[in-house]
Every structure is written in structure tokens, then in C-alpha cells.
């Protein structure tokens, strides 16, 4: 009897003796890594007012708080919490929305808006 004859013999025999709920089991495993493989990444682009433009991947299923971390990291000039993101000049974006859920495309553009201080008025004494 040929070496690899015996080999396949003893193939068939383990797969013999494995119950059908561990094949099972190792099929979903496979199918759990295939869908992680298959997650869509979206690059998303923060421009602000100043010209600047910060890129970030990530993937359609993780928070936008990622985005605009990065953003205030990269424009070290620009203060935590000073401004708005914006996505089409009328959508604010919130952090824990992610883009699956506003759906966003790929290379979508959001926009950054600094708040705008002061716009008290002072009265005069002429009047």
C-alpha cells in the first residue's frame, strides 16, 4: 500500500470521527472572517476655511469621533471643540454617527467651520 493511499485512509477517518456541530462551527468561523475581510473603508477629507485638508480611512461601521480627533490633531492651531463639521453645508456631524449611517461615500468632503466670536454690540453715549 502506497504511502499517500494511507494518508488519504487516514484523512477520511478523522473526518469520520468529528461531529458535525465542529464543522459547523469552524464554517461560521470562516464565514465571520470572510464578512471582517469584506468591511468597506471609506477615506474620508475635513477641509476648513484656512485651506487645510486632513484625510482619514477608517471603516463604514466606525464612529465619525475619529474624524475630527484627527482633524484637531493635525491643526494644532485650531482648539479642541472650537468649531463645527459640517457634511454638505447643512448636515452636522455628530461623533458617534458613522458614515454608514449618513451614508457617505468614499472621498466624502466635510466641512469645518470655526465658531464665530464676539458680535456684541457697544452703544454710544451720542445718542
Known sequence: MSL???IKEMEACILEE???GVRKMS?????AANAEEQEEYVTLKVVDQEGRIVKHSMRTTDELQ????KYYAE???VGYG????LIDG???LRGWKTPADLELDDDAQIDFFPYADGGAWESSDDA
Open 90 to 92: 447643512a448636515v452636522r
Open 27 to 31: 464554517k461560521e468561523t470562516e464565514e
Open 4 to 6: 499517500c493511499r494511507c
Open 66 to 69: 475619529g474624524v475630527m480627533d
Open 75 to 77: 491643526a494644532p492651531e
Open 18 to 20: 468529528v461531529p458535525d
Open 82 to 85: 472650537t468649531g463645527t463639521f
